[in-house]
Protein backbone atom coordinates (compact mmCIF):
# COMPACT_ATOMS: atom_id res chain seq x y z
CA UNK A 1 0.00 0.00 0.00
CA UNK A 2 1.03 3.59 -1.04
CA UNK A 3 2.31 5.58 1.78
CA UNK A 4 0.93 9.39 2.09
CA UNK A 5 3.06 11.48 4.16
CA UNK A 6 1.01 14.62 4.94
CA UNK A 7 3.29 17.36 4.31
CA UNK A 8 2.70 20.53 7.14
CA UNK A 9 0.15 23.34 6.82
CA UNK A 10 1.19 25.46 3.98
CA UNK A 11 1.61 29.15 5.39
CA UNK A 12 0.52 31.97 3.70
CA UNK A 13 2.01 34.97 3.25
CA UNK A 14 0.34 38.21 1.44
CA UNK A 15 2.80 41.20 -0.13
CA UNK A 16 1.72 44.10 -0.34
CA UNK A 17 3.60 44.96 -3.68
CA UNK A 18 4.84 43.02 -6.46
CA UNK A 19 8.27 44.57 -7.10
CA UNK A 20 11.95 43.21 -6.82
CA UNK A 21 12.02 42.71 -3.11
CA UNK A 22 8.66 40.63 -3.23
CA UNK A 23 10.35 38.39 -5.79
CA UNK A 24 13.15 37.95 -3.81
CA UNK A 25 10.85 36.75 -1.46
CA UNK A 26 9.08 34.37 -3.30
CA UNK A 27 12.39 32.88 -4.18
CA UNK A 28 13.12 32.06 -0.38
CA UNK A 29 9.30 31.20 0.20
CA UNK A 30 9.34 27.29 -1.22
CA UNK A 31 11.79 26.12 0.97
CA UNK A 32 10.02 27.58 4.27
CA UNK A 33 6.80 25.54 3.17
CA UNK A 34 5.32 29.23 2.36
CA UNK A 35 3.00 29.98 -0.34
CA UNK A 36 3.10 33.97 -1.58
CA UNK A 37 0.40 35.66 -2.80
CA UNK A 38 1.26 39.62 -3.93
CA UNK A 39 -0.83 42.29 -4.60
CA UNK A 40 0.53 43.82 -7.80
CA UNK A 41 -0.05 47.15 -9.41
CA UNK A 42 0.05 45.53 -13.31
CA UNK A 43 0.23 42.85 -14.86
CA UNK A 44 3.77 43.24 -15.88
CA UNK A 45 5.57 43.38 -12.18
CA UNK A 46 8.58 41.79 -11.73
CA UNK A 47 7.23 39.11 -8.73
CA UNK A 48 4.16 38.03 -11.00
CA UNK A 49 6.16 35.23 -12.55
CA UNK A 50 7.73 33.58 -9.56
CA UNK A 51 4.74 34.28 -6.62
CA UNK A 52 2.35 31.50 -6.22
CA UNK A 53 -0.84 33.36 -6.28
CA UNK A 54 -1.26 37.36 -7.85
CA UNK A 55 -4.13 40.00 -7.16
CA UNK A 56 -4.29 42.97 -9.30
CA UNK A 57 -4.87 46.09 -7.75
CA UNK A 58 -3.24 49.33 -5.96
CA UNK A 59 -1.69 49.38 -2.66
CA UNK A 60 -3.56 51.91 -1.44
CA UNK A 61 -6.56 50.70 -2.23
CA UNK A 62 -8.80 49.22 0.79
CA UNK A 63 -10.75 46.85 -1.33
CA UNK A 64 -7.59 45.27 -3.01
CA UNK A 65 -6.25 44.95 0.65
CA UNK A 66 -8.82 43.33 1.62
CA UNK A 67 -9.14 40.60 -0.66
CA UNK A 68 -5.50 40.10 -0.25
CA UNK A 69 -5.86 39.79 2.98
CA UNK A 70 -8.53 37.61 3.01
CA UNK A 71 -6.32 34.75 1.08
CA UNK A 72 -3.46 34.66 3.58
CA UNK A 73 -2.64 34.49 6.93
CA UNK A 74 -0.14 37.46 7.28
CA UNK A 75 0.25 40.12 5.25
CA UNK A 76 3.54 41.99 4.58
CA UNK A 77 5.14 44.82 2.20
CA UNK A 78 7.44 45.15 -0.77
CA UNK A 79 7.49 48.92 -0.19
CA UNK A 80 5.93 51.89 2.05
CA UNK A 81 3.88 53.33 -0.40
CA UNK A 82 0.44 52.62 1.38
CA UNK A 83 -1.99 54.46 3.17
CA UNK A 84 -1.42 54.02 6.88
CA UNK A 85 -4.73 54.62 7.91
CA UNK A 86 -6.07 51.38 5.92
CA UNK A 87 -3.61 49.73 7.37
CA UNK A 88 -4.40 50.29 10.51
CA UNK A 89 -8.03 49.36 10.14
CA UNK A 90 -7.49 46.36 8.75
CA UNK A 91 -5.44 45.07 11.61
CA UNK A 92 -7.71 46.54 14.23
CA UNK A 93 -10.21 44.33 12.41
CA UNK A 94 -7.76 41.35 13.12
CA UNK A 95 -5.77 40.87 10.13
CA UNK A 96 -2.26 39.75 11.06
CA UNK A 97 0.08 42.51 9.50
CA UNK A 98 4.09 42.64 9.78
CA UNK A 99 4.74 44.94 9.97
CA UNK A 100 2.73 46.43 12.29
CA UNK A 101 1.08 49.86 11.06
CA UNK A 102 2.91 51.49 14.52
CA UNK A 103 6.31 50.09 12.82
CA UNK A 104 5.61 50.61 9.35
CA UNK A 105 4.92 54.90 10.51
CA UNK A 106 8.94 55.31 10.61
CA UNK A 107 8.81 54.11 6.79
CA UNK A 108 5.55 56.04 5.46
CA UNK A 109 6.45 58.91 7.25
CA UNK A 110 10.06 60.50 7.27
CA UNK A 111 8.72 63.65 9.49
CA UNK A 112 7.72 61.26 11.99
CA UNK A 113 11.07 59.34 11.58
CA UNK A 114 13.01 62.21 12.27
CA UNK A 115 11.08 63.42 15.33
CA UNK A 116 10.76 59.85 16.88
CA UNK A 117 14.05 59.16 16.28
CA UNK A 118 15.70 62.60 18.14
CA UNK A 119 12.95 62.73 20.39
CA UNK A 120 14.61 59.03 21.82
CA UNK A 121 18.05 60.68 21.89
CA UNK A 122 19.24 59.11 18.33
CA UNK A 123 21.83 61.15 16.76
CA UNK A 124 20.04 62.50 13.39
CA UNK A 125 20.90 65.42 10.97
CA UNK A 126 19.63 68.91 12.65
CA UNK A 127 15.82 69.37 10.58
CA UNK A 128 13.08 71.64 10.04
CA UNK A 129 9.51 70.31 9.02
CA UNK A 130 7.58 72.25 7.04
CA UNK A 131 3.66 71.90 7.03
CA UNK A 132 3.08 73.93 4.26
CA UNK A 133 4.80 75.95 2.18
CA UNK A 134 6.74 78.81 4.27
CA UNK A 135 9.34 80.90 2.66
CA UNK A 136 10.39 82.84 5.48
CA UNK A 137 11.01 79.35 7.34
CA UNK A 138 13.37 77.79 4.38
CA UNK A 139 15.12 81.01 5.03
CA UNK A 140 15.32 80.77 8.19
CA UNK A 141 16.37 76.91 8.26
CA UNK A 142 19.22 77.90 5.40
CA UNK A 143 20.56 80.41 7.83
CA UNK A 144 20.41 77.90 10.90
CA UNK A 145 22.27 75.13 8.76
CA UNK A 146 24.56 77.51 7.00
CA UNK A 147 23.78 75.98 3.81
CA UNK A 148 21.56 74.88 1.12
CA UNK A 149 19.49 72.47 3.27
CA UNK A 150 18.60 68.70 1.85
CA UNK A 151 14.99 68.87 0.86
CA UNK A 152 12.58 65.79 1.57
CA UNK A 153 9.11 64.75 0.96
CA UNK A 154 8.32 63.54 4.74
CA UNK A 155 6.56 60.61 2.12
CA UNK A 156 6.53 59.13 -0.97
CA UNK A 157 9.97 59.21 -2.29
CA UNK A 158 12.16 56.35 -3.08
CA UNK A 159 15.48 56.04 -4.72
CA UNK A 160 16.69 59.68 -4.34
CA UNK A 161 13.11 60.30 -5.76
CA UNK A 162 11.34 63.00 -3.73
CA UNK A 163 14.82 64.20 -2.31
CA UNK A 164 16.88 67.47 -3.72
CA UNK A 165 20.26 67.69 -2.72
CA UNK A 166 21.76 70.34 -4.47
CA UNK A 167 24.60 73.56 -3.63
CA UNK A 168 21.80 75.67 -5.12
CA UNK A 169 19.73 77.63 -3.11
CA UNK A 170 17.22 78.61 -5.65
CA UNK A 171 16.98 75.17 -6.44
CA UNK A 172 16.23 74.23 -3.12
CA UNK A 173 14.02 76.82 -2.16
CA UNK A 174 11.94 75.73 -5.54
CA UNK A 175 11.88 72.07 -4.91
CA UNK A 176 10.29 72.37 -1.01
CA UNK A 177 7.97 74.91 -2.49
CA UNK A 178 6.38 72.30 -4.93
CA UNK A 179 6.70 69.20 -2.30
CA UNK A 180 4.89 71.18 -0.18
CA UNK A 181 1.79 71.12 -2.37
CA UNK A 182 1.92 67.54 -1.74
CA UNK A 183 2.57 67.37 1.99
CA UNK A 184 4.79 67.67 4.67
CA UNK A 185 8.60 69.07 3.72
CA UNK A 186 11.80 68.13 5.84
CA UNK A 187 15.22 70.89 5.26
CA UNK A 188 17.65 69.13 6.59
CA UNK A 189 21.16 70.06 7.29
CA UNK A 190 23.99 68.98 4.48
CA UNK A 191 26.49 66.79 6.32
CA UNK A 192 29.56 66.10 4.60
CA UNK A 193 29.78 62.27 4.44
CA UNK A 194 33.09 60.23 5.09
CA UNK A 195 30.79 57.36 4.27
CA UNK A 196 27.54 55.90 4.18
CA UNK A 197 26.92 52.35 5.92
CA UNK A 198 23.65 50.05 6.62
CA UNK A 199 22.66 47.88 9.50
CA UNK A 200 19.87 45.27 8.58
CA UNK A 201 18.08 43.73 11.40
CA UNK A 202 15.55 40.60 11.32
CA UNK A 203 13.01 40.36 14.16
CA UNK A 204 10.89 37.70 14.83
CA UNK A 205 7.09 37.82 16.18
CA UNK A 206 8.34 36.31 19.30
CA UNK A 207 10.49 39.38 19.60
CA UNK A 208 13.63 37.64 18.92
CA UNK A 209 16.75 39.89 16.94
CA UNK A 210 19.17 38.63 14.41
CA UNK A 211 21.95 41.52 12.99
CA UNK A 212 23.93 41.22 9.49
CA UNK A 213 27.17 42.66 10.07
CA UNK A 214 27.54 46.37 8.86
CA UNK A 215 27.85 47.15 5.25
CA UNK A 216 29.44 49.77 3.47
CA UNK A 217 26.48 51.77 0.63
CA UNK A 218 27.59 53.76 -2.26
CA UNK A 219 24.88 56.15 -3.70
CA UNK A 220 25.26 57.70 -7.24
CA UNK A 221 22.63 60.21 -8.48
CA UNK A 222 20.78 59.56 -5.20
CA UNK A 223 20.71 55.72 -5.84
CA UNK A 224 22.44 53.02 -4.32
CA UNK A 225 24.83 51.88 -6.68
CA UNK A 226 27.12 49.48 -4.72
CA UNK A 227 26.75 47.63 -1.37
CA UNK A 228 30.65 46.40 0.54
CA UNK A 229 30.62 43.60 3.34
CA UNK A 230 32.37 44.44 5.51
CA UNK A 231 31.79 47.93 5.93
CA UNK A 232 35.43 49.83 6.28
CA UNK A 233 34.95 51.71 9.45
CA UNK A 234 37.38 52.61 11.76
CA UNK A 235 36.96 50.87 15.54
CA UNK A 236 35.46 53.41 17.16
CA UNK A 237 32.86 54.45 14.18
CA UNK A 238 31.71 50.68 14.11
CA UNK A 239 31.10 50.60 18.15
CA UNK A 240 28.53 53.79 17.37
CA UNK A 241 26.94 52.64 14.45
CA UNK A 242 26.03 49.09 16.49
CA UNK A 243 25.49 50.95 19.41
CA UNK A 244 22.47 53.01 17.51
CA UNK A 245 21.44 50.13 15.42
CA UNK A 246 20.36 48.24 17.87
CA UNK A 247 18.59 51.38 19.60
CA UNK A 248 17.23 51.80 16.57
CA UNK A 249 15.56 47.98 16.35
CA UNK A 250 14.22 48.41 19.60
CA UNK A 251 12.47 51.99 19.24
CA UNK A 252 11.14 50.69 15.56
CA UNK A 253 9.97 47.56 16.71
CA UNK A 254 9.27 45.83 13.56
CA UNK A 255 8.92 42.69 12.72
CA UNK A 256 10.50 41.52 9.72
CA UNK A 257 13.49 43.25 7.97
CA UNK A 258 14.56 46.47 9.36
CA UNK A 259 17.31 48.39 7.39
CA UNK A 260 19.03 51.70 9.12
CA UNK A 261 20.61 53.70 7.03
CA UNK A 262 23.20 55.96 8.87
CA UNK A 263 25.66 58.94 7.92
CA UNK A 264 29.61 58.67 8.89
CA UNK A 265 30.97 62.20 9.63
CA UNK A 266 33.76 63.56 11.22
CA UNK A 267 31.41 64.47 14.43
CA UNK A 268 30.05 61.34 14.51
CA UNK A 269 27.41 58.86 13.23
CA UNK A 270 23.73 60.06 12.14
CA UNK A 271 21.10 57.77 11.04
CA UNK A 272 19.95 58.70 8.00
CA UNK A 273 16.77 57.02 7.26
CA UNK A 274 15.44 53.81 8.14
CA UNK A 275 13.15 51.21 6.06
CA UNK A 276 10.73 48.11 7.60
CA UNK A 277 11.12 45.71 4.91
CA UNK A 278 13.73 43.81 2.87
CA UNK A 279 16.35 46.37 1.36
CA UNK A 280 18.62 47.09 -1.17
CA UNK A 281 21.48 47.12 1.24
CA UNK A 282 20.96 43.49 2.32
CA UNK A 283 20.79 42.02 -1.08
CA UNK A 284 24.38 40.77 -0.91
CA UNK A 285 22.76 38.13 2.07
CA UNK A 286 21.28 35.59 -0.52
CA UNK A 287 24.76 34.68 -1.13
CA UNK A 288 27.13 35.97 1.38
CA UNK A 289 25.42 35.26 4.50
CA UNK A 290 24.11 31.93 5.56
CA UNK A 291 20.61 33.17 5.56
CA UNK A 292 19.30 35.81 3.06
CA UNK A 293 17.45 39.32 4.33
CA UNK A 294 14.08 37.50 2.45
CA UNK A 295 14.27 34.14 4.13
CA UNK A 296 14.65 35.91 7.47
CA UNK A 297 12.15 38.56 6.88
CA UNK A 298 9.57 35.74 6.00
CA UNK A 299 10.45 33.46 9.17
CA UNK A 300 9.76 36.82 10.81
CA UNK A 301 6.50 37.26 9.89
CA UNK A 302 5.29 33.91 10.18
CA UNK A 303 6.28 33.18 13.68
CA UNK A 304 9.55 30.85 12.80
CA UNK A 305 13.36 30.86 14.03
CA UNK A 306 15.23 33.36 12.40
CA UNK A 307 18.05 31.70 10.68
CA UNK A 308 21.96 32.19 11.26
CA UNK A 309 23.24 35.83 9.76
CA UNK A 310 26.87 34.56 9.55
CA UNK A 311 28.85 35.69 6.44
CA UNK A 312 29.40 32.29 4.45
CA UNK A 313 32.85 34.42 2.90
CA UNK A 314 35.12 37.25 4.41
CA UNK A 315 33.84 39.36 1.54
CA UNK A 316 30.94 40.04 -0.80
CA UNK A 317 30.10 43.26 -2.74
CA UNK A 318 26.88 43.87 -4.08
CA UNK A 319 26.52 45.87 -7.30
CA UNK A 320 22.53 47.49 -8.58
CA UNK A 321 22.07 47.29 -12.42
CA UNK A 322 20.00 50.25 -13.11
CA UNK A 323 19.07 50.87 -16.58
CA UNK A 324 21.13 53.47 -18.97
CA UNK A 325 20.23 54.05 -22.96
CA UNK A 326 20.03 50.06 -23.98
CA UNK A 327 20.63 46.85 -22.22
CA UNK A 328 23.61 44.64 -22.03
CA UNK A 329 24.47 40.95 -22.17
CA UNK A 330 22.97 38.91 -19.52
CA UNK A 331 25.60 35.88 -21.09
CA UNK A 332 28.65 38.32 -20.67
CA UNK A 333 27.50 39.56 -16.84
CA UNK A 334 27.28 35.12 -16.05
CA UNK A 335 30.07 34.54 -17.71
CA UNK A 336 32.20 36.55 -14.97
CA UNK A 337 33.80 33.67 -12.42
CA UNK A 338 31.28 34.11 -9.29
CA UNK A 339 28.56 36.61 -10.58
CA UNK A 340 25.01 35.99 -9.18
CA UNK A 341 23.31 37.71 -11.53
CA UNK A 342 19.54 38.54 -10.39
CA UNK A 343 18.04 39.44 -12.89
CA UNK A 344 14.36 41.09 -12.11
CA UNK A 345 12.63 40.12 -15.24
CA UNK A 346 11.67 44.43 -15.37
CA UNK A 347 11.03 46.39 -18.95
CA UNK A 348 14.23 47.97 -19.55
CA UNK A 349 14.09 51.78 -18.58
CA UNK A 350 16.90 54.60 -18.35
CA UNK A 351 17.14 54.86 -14.51
CA UNK A 352 15.49 52.31 -12.75
CA UNK A 353 16.60 49.50 -10.82
CA UNK A 354 16.88 46.18 -13.34
CA UNK A 355 19.03 43.97 -10.76
CA UNK A 356 21.94 43.26 -9.22
CA UNK A 357 25.24 41.27 -9.23
CA UNK A 358 26.87 39.70 -6.21
CA UNK A 359 30.13 38.39 -6.07
CA UNK A 360 31.62 36.71 -3.01
CA UNK A 361 35.26 35.48 -1.79
CA UNK A 362 38.70 35.69 0.46
CA UNK A 363 39.90 38.56 -1.90
CA UNK A 364 38.41 42.09 -1.74
CA UNK A 365 39.68 43.47 -4.34
CA UNK A 366 38.82 40.67 -6.61
CA UNK A 367 35.52 40.55 -5.46
CA UNK A 368 34.84 44.18 -6.24
CA UNK A 369 36.45 44.57 -9.32
CA UNK A 370 33.84 41.09 -10.64
CA UNK A 371 31.22 42.51 -9.49
CA UNK A 372 31.23 45.26 -11.40
CA UNK A 373 32.81 43.57 -14.77
CA UNK A 374 29.80 41.77 -14.55
CA UNK A 375 27.69 44.84 -13.91
CA UNK A 376 29.58 46.73 -16.61
CA UNK A 377 28.61 43.59 -19.11
CA UNK A 378 25.12 43.87 -18.37
CA UNK A 379 25.24 47.45 -18.50
CA UNK A 380 24.79 50.39 -15.19
CA UNK A 381 24.64 53.38 -15.22
CA UNK A 382 27.03 53.96 -12.53
CA UNK A 383 30.64 53.25 -12.71
CA UNK A 384 33.07 51.87 -10.01
CA UNK A 385 34.63 54.76 -7.99
CA UNK A 386 37.95 54.78 -6.09
CA UNK A 387 37.66 54.22 -2.95
P1 LIG B 1 15.76 58.01 -0.48
O1 LIG B 1 14.73 57.79 0.58
O2 LIG B 1 15.17 58.40 -1.78
O3 LIG B 1 16.76 56.88 -0.57
P2 LIG B 1 17.59 59.52 1.18
O4 LIG B 1 16.96 60.33 2.23
O5 LIG B 1 18.23 58.24 1.60
O6 LIG B 1 16.58 59.29 -0.02
O7 LIG B 1 18.68 60.39 0.43
C1 LIG B 1 19.36 59.93 -0.72
C2 LIG B 1 20.85 60.28 -0.63
O8 LIG B 1 21.03 61.70 -0.56
C3 LIG B 1 21.54 59.75 0.62
O9 LIG B 1 21.91 58.40 0.50
C4 LIG B 1 22.73 60.70 0.71
O10 LIG B 1 23.74 60.32 -0.20
C5 LIG B 1 22.13 62.02 0.27
N1 LIG B 1 21.64 62.77 1.46
C6 LIG B 1 20.39 62.69 1.99
N2 LIG B 1 20.29 63.47 3.11
C7 LIG B 1 21.51 64.04 3.30
C8 LIG B 1 22.04 64.93 4.29
N3 LIG B 1 21.30 65.41 5.29
N4 LIG B 1 23.34 65.29 4.16
C9 LIG B 1 24.11 64.82 3.14
N5 LIG B 1 23.66 63.99 2.18
C10 LIG B 1 22.38 63.59 2.24
Known sequence: MLKVTQSPATTRVGVVGAGQLARMMAQAASPLNIALTVLASNSADAANDVADFVVIGAATDEVALRELSSLVDVVTFDHELVDLAVIEKLELEGTKIFPSSAALRFAVDKAYQRRTLQAAGVPVPRFV?????????????????????????ARGGYDGRGVVVTNDLNEAREGARRMSESGEVLLEERLTLLSEVAGVVATNTLGER????????????????EVRFPAELGPQDLVEVLDITQRVAAI??????????LFVTSDG????????????????????????????????????????????????VMVNIVGTDEPGSLENAQAVAGAHVHDYGKTWRTGRKLGHVTVVGDDATSVRVRAWKSANALKTSAQMEDE
Open 269 to 316: VFVNEVATRPHNSGHWTIEGSRTSQFENHLRGVVGLPLGETTPTERFA
Open 252 to 261: VNAVGILAIE
Open 129 to 153: ILDSWDEAAFDEASEKFAGVPVVKA
Open 210 to 225: AYWPIVTTVQTNGMCS
